[in-house]
Each structure stands twice: as C-alpha cells, then as structure tokens.
C-alpha cells in the first residue's frame, strides 16, 4: 500500500505577524505584536494553527527572537521553541538545513532570522527565473533584497547585523516604519522640511492615504492607537510637520504621502544597487514578494524592464505571497525531509 505524503505546515513566527502555509496551498496571516504580549504567543500560535487544515509536521522559521522583551535572541529562540505545536517540529536554520526541535535549542544563532534563507531557497530554484536575479520580499517592518545566482543564494551575509551591512536587510517595511526614520526632512507644499522625531505617523499612513492599504476601521495597531482609517492617517501625518487637521489638507495628505513613498524607494532602491553590485553585478530578473509587492514593484522597475519583473503573487497567491517565508519552508521540507 502507497503511503499517504505528510502533510505539512510551516509557519514564520515574527514580532509582529505570524505567518502559516500548508501544504495544500493554504496561507494566512495575522498581526500579533509579540513585545507586548510575549506571555500570550503560545496561545496566539494555537489560534493560527486551528484556522489551518490538518497536518502531520511542522516546518518553523522565525525572527522574533529580535523583539526587546527578550534579554538575548538565545532567549528569544527558546521561548518560540517552547510555544510552537511539538508534533514532528523541523527548525529551519540559516545554514540551509533543518534541526529537531533538540538540537535547534543547542544552536539558536543558526536558527535566528533565517526565514530569509528559506524563501531565496526556493526563490533561486524556480526555472522561469532568469539569472543573475535580485529577490525583493517588503513586508510591514522590513525589505529582504536577495541576490541569486547559478540558482543558488549569493547574499553575502547571514546575522542580521552583517546584512544590515551589505544593504541585503533594510529595517523599513509598508507599515510599522515611524516616518522620522525615513529622513529628517521631506517637502511640505514645495519646501523641506523637518521631521518631529516622534513616533507621530508611520508608513501605514502613508500607504492608506496613497490607496495601497484598504482601511481597517476596527485595527487600532497604529502610532497613536486611533482607528486604520485614511482621516486618521491624515491626522498622523500632519503632526511630523507639527501641524493638525486645521492646517493640513486632504491634498497636502496625499502629496506629503508621495514625497514619503518616494523617499522610500529611493532609498530600497540604493540599497539594492549595492548588493547587486558587491555579489551578482546587474540582475536581469527581480522577484517581487510580500505584503509589500506593491512597493517592491516600484523599486523593482528601477532596476529592470517590467517584462523582466516576476511576481511570486501571480505564481502563489496573494496569501501565500504574503505568508512567503511559510509557504517557502513548507516547500523545503517536503523537498528534503519528504
């Protein structure tokens, strides 16, 4: 009698997402800002598994073992180890290889961050993509630019701290970004100015008054805790220029979201010109992924010819796109543990 495949399911556990996939095609993700609550991430997990169809394994990758409630990222790895679901877990590592569950807690660096390394993984082995490639995954905190080649990973960090480095991880995503950390100064009505260094506004405004975002009038997770909603952002928006609603129109929302968004891509945009340049030189095709596909894009076309630009959207689905990294590790898994 021929055996049943295992059913898999991955998931990507962040600091402020967690993310599933299974091997049915299957996605989600859902908000969870676990350096306010990290007491509560076992039960959050259980919440997202039930929402997922029945499994034999799990396939694990994270990156919340960076958020500051933990004293080391050594802690932070044993506290995710401690809270995912025990059945036949395999811990993706940044060396390419899966860990039991036992013998990730003796190597909690190799496992740290490495969700990045899952997705390029698989990213690099697709045929349609032509190489030398650049691989661009925005989500809502940070940018993964990816060089491949020869359909391997070329990145020439691993840590964190050595991609921060090479400008292969970006600390800057379509949500949780505070807006002073684009630049001190951006124009208003045609003239540059400062910035409040305050946690006033963040890309989320940004992307809610350009349309990229859909309102959440209910999702309070935003710099003043006030509702996802594009009058809000307004409101967040005017008071990086120290003003308000009386001094701030519905235009100068717009236009001052423009000069933001566009500081952005500049700056993703730098970022990838320096990795390609240091690993790969000038790629003829970039991958688009994440939440953020929409501005990845933008960066994308200033690199490449759109015919050259390949969405792992059009090829996955928009959930599974978001859920990249999960979908990515549940891939790896059936390839090399079956």
């Known amino acids: 009698m021929t055996s049943q495949p295992t059913q898999w399911l991955g998931l990507d556990i962040g600091g402020a997402n967690l993310k599933a996939a299974h091997s049915s095609g299957q996605a989600r993700s859902v908000p969870f800002e676990l350096w306010k609550r990290p ?3 076992p039960e959050a997990i259980r919440h997202l598994v039930a929402t997922m169809p029945k499994f034999d394994a799990i396939a694990l990758t ?3 073992e960076l958020c500051d409630c933990y004293e080391t990222k050594a802690e932070g790895v044993q ?13 993706w590592g940044v060396d390419g290889r899966f860990y039991t569950l036992e013998a990730a807690r003796m ?7 490495s969700n990045w390394m899952a ?5 690099a082995r697709l045929g349609e993509i032509r190489m030398p490639a650049l691989l661009i995954d925005i989500g809502s905190t940070t940018t993964d630019l990816i060089p491949l080649d020869r359909r391997q990973v070329f990145a020439q960090g691993r840590t964190d701290t050595q991609r921060l480095q090479t400008g292969e991880l970006v600390y800057a995503g379509v949500k949780r ?6 630049d001190t100064q951006l124009p208003f009505r045609g003239v540059s100015t400062g910035l409040a260094a305050e946690l006033f506004a963040t890309t989320l405004d940004v992307y809610l008054t350009l349309g990229e975002i859909p309102e959440a009038p209910h999702d309070h997770t935003t710099a003043d805790g006030r509702s996802m909603t594009i009058n809000r952002a307004r409101d967040r928006l005017a008071r990086m220029v120290g003003a308000d609603r009386e001094g701030f129109s519905k235009q100068d929302a717009f236009d001052f979201s423009q000069e933001a968004d566009q500081c952005l891509v500049t700056r993703l945009e730098k970022a990838a010109r320096k990795t390609c340049t240091a690993t790969i030189g000038e790629p003829k095709t970039v991958i688009v992924a994440g939440s953020g596909e929409f501005l990845a894009r933008r960066v994308a076309l200033r690199l490449v010819h759109e015919n050259d630009m390949f969405s792992l959207a059009s090829l996955w689905g928009s959930a599974a796109s978001d859920a990249a990294c999960a979908h990515a590790v549940v891939q790896l898994a059936q390839d090399l543990i079956g």
């Open 177 to 182: 970004t505070p807006l002073c950390a684009l």
């Open 119 to 123: 997705l390029a993984s698989v990213v």
């Open 107 to 113: 190597i909690p660096l190799v496992v740290s961050a």
């Open 79 to 91: 506290s995710v180890l401690d809270a995912v679901p025990k059945r036949q877990a395999h811990v």
């Open 39 to 41: 007491s509560e991430l």
């Open 62 to 64: 994270m990156t919340a």
